[in-house]
Nanobody, 126 residues
Framework: QVQLVESGGRPAQIGDPLRLSCAAS????????LGWFRQAPGKEREFVAA????????FYSETTKHRFSVSRVNARYRVDLHILNLRPEDTAVYYC???????????????????WGQGTQVTVSA
């Protein structure tokens, strides 16, 4: 089992930067890819970014690639998601999740992720 805990979500204003963190514990060896997803009210869960655990290769969606960056803090089994210039459409619950198999080509599919955190709420307003 891998346990994931997200943090950093908060009410924010348009244009603010924000850092979300995902702390992993348990069977770290099960982590091949750690992904970030978000889900806004009434919408499907959306892929945001992902990082391969060992190589640090990063992936982004077309929507997020210009304002989002994902990085791993090796010593702390933590992956951070940095968001620049927050917009109202960034309002969502942000989840981190673990894929145990190296299937980077399927990184955007929530069904490929085995472990999920509880999520952290980001609310962006004027």
């Amino acid at each position: 089992q891998v346990q994931l805990v997200e943090s950093g979500g908060r009410p924010a204003q348009i244009g603010d930067p924000l850092r979300l963190s995902c702390a992993a514990s348990g069977r770290i060896a099960d982590i091949a890819i750690l992904g970030w997803f978000r889900q806004a009210p009434g919408k499907e869960r959306e892929f945001v970014a992902a990082i391969t655990w060992n190589e640090g290769t990063t992936f982004y969606s077309e929507t997020t690639k210009h304002r989002f960056s994902v990085s791993r803090v090796n010593a702390r089994y933590r992956v951070d998601l940095h968001i620049l210039n927050l917009r109202p459409e960034d309002t969502a619950v942000y989840y981190c999740a673990v894929m145990s198999k190296q299937r980077a080509q399927l990184r955007a599919d929530p069904g490929e992720y085995r472990y999920w955190g509880q999520g952290t709420q980001v609310t962006v307003s004027a």
